[in-house]
């Protein structure tokens, strides 16, 4: 079946120790983001590729890193720089005019807990 | 001002009851909204579209008023299934090409 899967569903960390979360999608999208969601908060973009060897910074991307080597893999990097990494991560894609019918495509996140 | 605002409840309804709960958006020039549910600890997933002429689906129903900067999602002879956080989204403005999320309203259930 397509679609989005993040890995892992559960990770802690350490303090000062930088993680990678893993998001990979099967549905031949090009725009793939990531999201930060707080307990009782919306979600906040941290980063977005719109295509292939290219991304941008969401709102809140300081202490975080991203790569898009391949349409399929869009990882994310939780360096020790960010203060507060603490919170669920959301994965997500869309097609090319995704956004003006609203439709992101979302992994079932993974939940992050610094020790 | 936020650019999507929406008042966090929880709304605590009793089963069959009708609910509604509105999210107020800044943008002036937005046409289109997005209504999203989201249960807990899972991902959140499109629920409706809301244009200027409204939508309906079912026992949901979502509004969009223009003049005064709010949409508004109501539901019909709840179900205890429909327990969840109901984001509020607005659409891609100017200043960027994203959607932007609503910090959720709490919707609780109950028999």
């Known amino acids: 079946d397509g679609g989005i899967t993040q890995s892992p569903k559960y990770l802690f960390r350490k303090e000062g120790q930088n993680v990678t979360l893993s998001c990979e999608q099967n549905l031949n999208h090009d725009a793939m983001y990531w999201y930060r969601q707080d307990p009782g908060q919306g979600l906040r973009l941290i980063y977005y590729?719109?295509?292939?060897?290219?991304?941008q910074k969401g709102d809140i991307a300081e202490g975080y890193s991203v790569s898009r080597e391949k349409k399929e893999s869009f990882p994310l990097t939780v360096t020790s720089a960010q203060k507060n990494p603490t919170a669920f991560y959301l994965c997500?894609?869309?097609?090319?005019?995704?956004?003006?019918?609203?439709?992101?495509?979302f992994g079932e996140g993974s939940r992050l807990t610094v020790l | 001002r936020k650019e999507v605002e929406q008042d966090p409840g929880p709304f605590n309804v009793p089963e069959g009851a009708t609910v509604a709960f509105n999210c107020t958006y800044s943008?002036?020039?937005?046409?289109?909204f997005f209504w999203y549910r989201q249960d807990c600890r899972k991902e959140p997933k499109l629920l409706m579209s809301v244009y200027s002429s409204g939508n309906e689906d079912g026992r949901f129903t979502a509004q969009l008023n223009r003049a005064s900067q709010y949409i508004s999602l109501l539901i019909r002879d709840s179900k205890l299934s429909d327990s969840a956080t109901y984001l509020c989204?607005?659409?891609?403005?100017?200043?960027?090409?994203?959607?932007?999320f609503g910090g959720g309203t709490r919707l609780m259930v109950k028999p």
């Open positions: 997500a894609s869309s097609n090319p005019g995704g956004l003006d019918t609203g439709e992101l495509f």
């Open positions: 590729s719109q295509i292939v060897n290219d991304f």
């Open positions: 943008n002036s020039a937005s046409q289109s």
């Open positions: 989204v607005a659409p891609p403005n100017n200043a960027g090409n994203m959607l932007t």
